[in-house]
């Protein structure tokens, strides 16, 4: 599913066969974040217009809905609009959805219900000087939270003061502060023992969870937009490219574009040995890596 940079819908498509399937329509601005469910029926969109969406890709992508047929809103199950601010990070992990906006806090979300039954207040994260030396027009101005994600009752933010912080989402609190980057913090990924975090200084800094100790880092020559891993590959993705880190044989190498030098990476997403990039000129490339 994509969503394009001044587009307020949002495109199903089947890979396998390379044509779309579904579309999504309902926010009023720009789509700034997306997120499938492991069962790929549900998805979850935050935008600029400060709301969230929850979608039935069943409901989207069976016969009748197909491209071409305009939606009717049942495949909307849940509009969230607590938040006083454009939404810029989501998670969701099972039953737990989180979502982080300019309004400087982070709430939790009741998929059933649509409520927000937690809302954690960011304001209080002091902010660093990003050393940015490539402009670029979504990391110019960082949101205080560039990253999160959660996990059970643990969430991890990445914010705008260069800091990890790992909280407890029973109690609403912080357990854990690590001090990650000397810039904003963009992107994080984490799994039961290793956290990898990307950031405006142009670097991505992998993490030991035990310990909060740091196992690797990576220099770029741009700012860090995603970072995604598992247990044989870093994918780590700048405004100018996507590079990929074999964990094995430690080798590293670019996903270049030989035929257009001009469009830029917006975005990335990697999964069981496919990256996909979405690009500034509009385009869908799907790698193998």
Known sequence: ITAGYM???????DLSGRKQVGLLEGHYASINCIQMDPNFNLVVSGSKD?????????????EGNAFGIKLDKSCCIHSLDSHKAEINALSL???????????????????????CIQNLDVAFTGTKSPKVEQESFSLLDPPIVGGLQCFENAL????????????????????????????????????????????????????????????????FESP?????????????????????YDRVSLQQWDCTQPVDFSSTVSSSQYKDGYMIEGRSNGNVTVWSV
């Open 7 to 13: 587009d307020h819908t949002m495109k199903i498509w």
């Open 93 to 115: 992990d099972r039953e737990i959805l989180v979502s982080a906006s300019k309004d400087k806090t982070i709430k939790q979300w009741d998929l059933k219900s649509g409520r």
């Open 224 to 244: 860090i937009s995603n970072v995604h891993f598992d247990s044989q590959r870093i994918v780590i993705s700048t405004q100018s490219t996507s590079s990929v």
């Open 156 to 219: 991890a933010t990445g914010t705008k003061d260069g800091l990890i912080r790992l909280w407890d989402l029973r109690s609403g609190k912080v357990v854990r502060t690590i001090d990650g980057h000397d810039g904003a913090i963009t992107t994080l990924r984490f799994d039961s023992k290793n956290l990898l975090t990307g950031s405006v200084n142009q670097t991505v800094r992998l993490w030991d969870l035990r310990y909060g100790n740091e196992v690797d880092k990576f220099y």
């Open 50 to 62: 400060a709301t969230l969406k929850l979608w039935n890709i069943d409901l989207a992508t069976e």
